[in-house]
């Protein structure tokens, strides 16, 4: 409403004559119309110029056309208001903070007004104290010292018989509280909750939950007014009044505790809203409500987490919301995703667990993208808390990775993996094989690795994982980890002969393809794989009883041409030719051509091969050409030792458990102990080193150490893998042995050496310490600790991360450091994910030359639910005798 001294036309006419006259004038008002009067009669060079109203300065700031124009406009009006409170101009100051209230939200400084807020909020008229709290809240936040001025202003507010000005005093308070503004009103604010004038109490408990956010040690003193707000009829008191409650019960576990009695109350409130009749007050698309409904589910979720006796009570409640809501609209969708976060969060019955899961099915067939989002998303957070519930909507599931949406198919992807089983692995492997073609190239690579780890966990049989493996490098191309072409050659080598043989043949077809197609860029692990496994079985795969092998594979008949020796040169040619390809994969195809020299059986075909070799020793990379002049040597001067060099290696080993152990566990997490492939151990180092890695001279000379005779070329490669592997904790100390001949270039001679290095442990080794637990961090449903075994100067450490999250735990990142007298060696983790009730470990070696106690400093960072955490620690209780 206008007041009528803002007119410029209004004349002072007696009241008969003016109907406009308000008689609820008071001095103040009439004070201001005298001086109106005065400076309208006033020469100009004396009087201010009426200021802009507000509507025209926004009118002239949408009107400039540049960033300049508006800045000027600003400048200028900006520069009238200083004048303005320069000059104590209290006629226009409400219109003039106004005005610069709304500079500050275009992002301009206006920090100039703190002060005139202040007066505004002194003033008595409700219009001026309206404006100076709004500017208050904007301008003003607790580290500015004006917050003393304003803590008596409030204070007189808070007692003023308006309700209105009560009700500014309290949001104000609420929004820039300080806590020793806080704690000098708080005993106002209690006091306000108990006012009979509902206006008054809902804004005094939205006011004490703010003071609670920002001082939580004075909860106690809300807690006997608090609980009397649930009796309330206003429904606008009731949701201020569970708001608070939640708030408490979330931060102070004794206050949950008090709390749980109300749970009959909230029942109550509940039922009355559901069974209640039209009500036109609350009533939003039919629903009573719904925003106080959603309140008090959020609180019965609360207060029956982990409570058997809680839970029991709303349990029929909770089925009667989940059943008599409409979903129609979206308002009672909301309702219904806030009943199953609360049937899936405390201790429900299996009955009602089952029709919450069934709502989030059907949120699936919405057409809502948001609502399908979210059901996939909170599928994703239960699904270990009932996962034979969800497995009933798998196929919808799996038709979700069909949607246009791309965070749809990312959830859809997710949920997927965790439903994957060994009874349902085929379909769901198909399915996710057609989704990773068309994946994003940012969803390719956690969506391959997933696929390597499930088939890898849940293989019904070796020639199926082999298919799937393949697959797998066809359509992830180079998006697969770099650990996967180690795996499945490990495999392959353990692989019965009928497999090497048929693995050969599936990757040649695979790689012939490529190398006509001219993609084999895109698939360089295929590539890498296809190489490695022709090389060892090239005889197999051009010898005539490989016609005689099955090619059936998942997806029915592949033919197979037998190809010739030739022709399997000229595509390793093409491939070495291309430009395109890494040195990686080009090492990978120039050994095993070298290797393909022993396995063919044409003079031709070796001829070929040994003119390709010969050109590497001249190539610009010096790694392609070392490996040239290398291998043409074993055409020259070592040509009597070339059969053995390159001979089929023997069957690798499994870098940790073999994958029937895991098929045993069922159900069990992939980042459990038992499914850690990834674990690096001493001896799968070795392996690694040794055995898969197709370009290490190491190969030739450790497979047959015997047969080499003295030369420089020997030694050298055995002081290159002792170089490679210096510094590295392969095995347990052992005792010493007595010394050694003198170290010669003979190979024998650097054999015992190399044998002692790689040798198991023997029996005079000291026995080490038994396994000891130390508990490291426990913060947020974290738990780290270390499984700890000394034994003279080198301890280890397996850490070990479990969750009792709701959600994973994503991203997940362990770092340690120790004092400067220690050397500590940390290996690579078992994942990267910690699922609930899951587990990651990582192997530590701390050597201690000093044997001094051991320190260490950890920290702990990962994601949960979007938001980073960081957490750090400080351990030393480990044992005093660590290092004895």
Same mark, same amino acid.
């Given at each position: 409403m206008a007041y009528p001294m803002y007119e410029v036309d209004w004349s002072v006419l007696p009241p008969e004559q003016n109907r406009r006259f308000n008689p609820a004038f008071n001095i103040a008002t009439i004070k201001q119309v005298v001086n109106e009067a005065i400076e309208r009669v006033a020469p100009v060079s004396v009087r201010m110029p009426t200021p802009t109203r507000l509507r025209d300065l926004i009118r002239q700031i949408r009107a400039a056309r540049t960033a300049a124009e508006e800045r000027s406009v600003v400048n200028k009006e900006c520069a009238y208001i200083r004048s303005t409170f320069r000059e104590e101009d209290s006629v226009w100051r409400c219109r003039n903070i106004a005005k610069l209230l709304y500079i500050h939200m275009l992002g301009y400084p206006a920090h100039f007004g703190q002060l005139e807020c202040l007066k505004l909020i002194a003033s008595p008229r409700f219009t001026d104290k309206r404006v100076g709290y709004l500017g208050a809240m904007l301008l003003l936040d607790e580290r500015q010292d004006v917050h003393l001025l304003i803590t008596n202003c409030l204070k007189n507010d808070l007692n003023s018989n308006t309700q209105f000005v009560v009700g500014l005093a309290l949001c104000t308070l609420g929004a820039i509280a300080s806590p020793e503004m806080a704690r000098d009103l708080a005993s106002e604010v209690e006091r306000l909750i108990k006012s009979?004038?509902?206006? +008054?109490?809902?804004?005094?408990?939205?006011?004490?939950f703010r003071i609670i956010r920002r001082v939580p040690d004075l909860m106690e003193m809300f807690l006997p007014a608090t609980r009397s707000l649930l009796t309330e009829k206003n429904h606008g008191v009731l949701i201020t009044g569970v708001t608070l409650i939640t708030e408490m019960c979330e931060n102070s576990p004794d206050t949950l505790n008090h709390f749980k009695k109300i749970v009959p109350n909230l029942v109550r409130i509940l039922k009355n809203l559901i069974l209640a009749g039209y009500s036109p007050e609350h009533d939003v698309s039919g629903i009573s409500d719904p925003f106080l409904q959603v309140k008090i589910l959020r609180l019965l979720r609360i207060l029956g987490k982990n409570d058997a006796e809680a839970s029991e009570a709303m349990n029929d409640i909770l089925a009667q919301v989940a059943t008599n809501t409409e979903t129609s609209k979206n308002v009672g969708n909301t309702i219904l995703y806030e009943t199953v976060l609360s049937i899936m969060d405390i201790k429900s019955e299996s009955s009602l667990r089952v029709l919450a899961i069934n709502i989030l099915g059907r949120?699936?067939?919405?057409?809502?993208k948001n609502i399908r989002y979210v059901a996939l998303n909170t599928l994703l957070r239960t699904v270990h808390v009932d996962t034979s519930a969800v497995q009933r909507h798998r196929t919808t599931i799996l038709e979700c990775l069909k949607d246009p949406d791309v965070s749809i198919r990312r959830r859809a992807m997710e949920l997927s993996f965790a439903l994957m089983n060994s009874q349902n692995i085929r379909g769901m492997m198909k399915e996710l094989l057609v989704f990773l073609e068309r994946a994003e190239a940012e969803c390719r690579a956690h969506c391959s690795s997933a696929m390597v780890l499930a088939a890898e966990r849940y293989a019904p049989s070796s020639k199926w994982h082999l298919d799937t493996l393949f697959r797998l490098l066809l359509k992830a191309g180079n998006y697969l980890r770099d650990d996967t072409v180690s795996s499945t050659i490990q495999i392959i080598s353990a692989a019965p002969a009928e497999r090497q043989a048929y693995a050969s043949m599936r990757l040649w077809t695979s790689l012939e393809r490529s190398a006509v197609s001219g993609d084999a860029t895109e698939k360089q692990p295929l590539v890498q794989v296809a190489a490695w496994t022709i090389g060892e079985y090239g005889d197999l795969l051009v010898s005539e009883a490989s016609s005689a092998?099955?090619? !059936?594979?998942?997806?029915?008949?592949?033919?197979?041409?037998?190809? /010739?020796?030739?022709?399997?040169?000229? +595509? $390793?040619?093409?491939?070495?030719?291309?430009?395109?390809?890494?040195?990686?994969? @080009?090492? &990978?195809?120039?050994?095993?051509?070298?290797?393909?020299?022993?396995?063919?059986?044409?003079?031709?075909?070796?001829?070929?091969?040994? !003119?390709? +070799?010969?050109?590497?020793?001249?190539?610009?990379?010096?790694? *392609?050409?070392?490996?040239? !002049?290398?291998?043409?040597?074993?055409?020259?001067? $070592? %040509?009597?030792?070339?059969?053995?060099?390159?001979?089929? =290696?023997?069957? =690798?080993?499994?870098?940790?458990?073999?994958?029937?152990?895991?098929?045993?566990?069922?159900? %069990?997490?992939?980042?459990?102990?038992?499914?850690?492939?990834?674990?690096?151990?001493?001896? %799968?180092?070795?392996?690694?080193?040794?055995?898969?890695?197709?370009? /290490? #001279?190491?190969?030739?000379?450790?497979d047959t150490p015997a047969a080499a005779p003295p030369s420089d070329n020997n030694n050298t490669t055995t002081n290159d893998i002792l170089d490679l592997l210096s510094g590295l904790d392969l095995s347990s100390p052992s005792v010493p042995a007595p010394a050694p001949?003198?170290?010669?270039?003979?190979?024998? /001679?650097? #054999?015992? *050496?190399?044998?002692?290095?790689?040798?198991?442990?023997?029996?005079?080794?000291?026995?080490?310490?038994?396994e000891t637990t130390v508990t490291a961090l426990e913060r947020n449903g974290l738990l780290v600790e270390f499984l700890v075994c000394g034994g003279g100067d080198t301890a280890t450490l397996t850490m070990r991360a479990v969750s009792t999250a709701r959600s994973a735990l994503t991203d997940f990142l362990f770092q340690a450091a120790v004092p400067r007298t220690f050397r500590l060696? =940390? =290996?690579?983790?078992?994942?990267?994910? *910690?699922?609930?009730?899951?587990?990651?470990?990582?192997?530590? @070696?701390?050597?201690?030359?000093?044997?001094?106690?051991?320190?260490?400093?950890?920290?702990?960072? &990962?994601?949960?639910?979007?938001?980073?955490? *960081?957490?750090?620690?400080?351990?030393? #209780?480990?044992?005093?005798?660590?290092?004895?």
């Open positions: 009979p004038n509902a206006y +008054i109490k809902k804004k005094a408990a939205l006011c004490a949120f699936l067939l919405n057409n809502d092998i099955s090619m !059936v594979d998942e997806d029915g008949f592949d033919e197979f041409t037998r190809p /010739s020796e030739e022709y399997v040169i000229d +595509i $390793y040619q093409k491939l070495l030719w291309s430009t395109q390809l890494s040195i990686t994969t @080009k090492e &990978y195809l120039l050994l095993s051509l070298a290797k393909l020299s022993t396995r063919f059986t044409t003079r031709p075909s070796q001829d070929k091969i040994r !003119v390709i +070799i010969d050109t590497f020793g001249s190539h610009i990379h010096i790694e *392609l050409q070392q490996r040239g !002049v290398e291998l043409s040597q074993l055409y020259r001067q $070592y %040509a009597h030792l070339r059969p053995a060099l390159l001979e089929r =290696m023997p069957a =690798m080993e499994a870098p940790a458990g073999d994958r029937e152990d895991s098929d045993a566990e069922g159900d %069990a997490p992939a980042d459990s102990p038992q499914h850690r492939a990834d674990r690096p151990q001493p001896d %799968a180092l070795l392996d690694l080193i040794i055995g898969s890695e197709p370009l /290490s #001279n190491g190969d030739a000379e450790h001949a003198p170290l010669t270039s003979s190979a024998p /001679s650097a #054999n015992l *050496l190399l044998e002692g290095l790689f040798s198991s442990p023997t029996t005079t080794q000291p026995v080490s310490q038994p060696d =940390m =290996m690579s983790p078992s994942g990267t994910v *910690l699922t609930p009730q899951g587990e990651i470990t990582q192997v530590l @070696k701390v050597t201690n030359p000093s044997r001094t106690p051991l320190r260490l400093r950890i920290r702990v960072s &990962y994601n949960i639910e979007g938001s980073p955490v *960081l957490e750090q620690a400080e351990v030393n #209780n480990f044992p005093p005798d660590l290092f004895n």
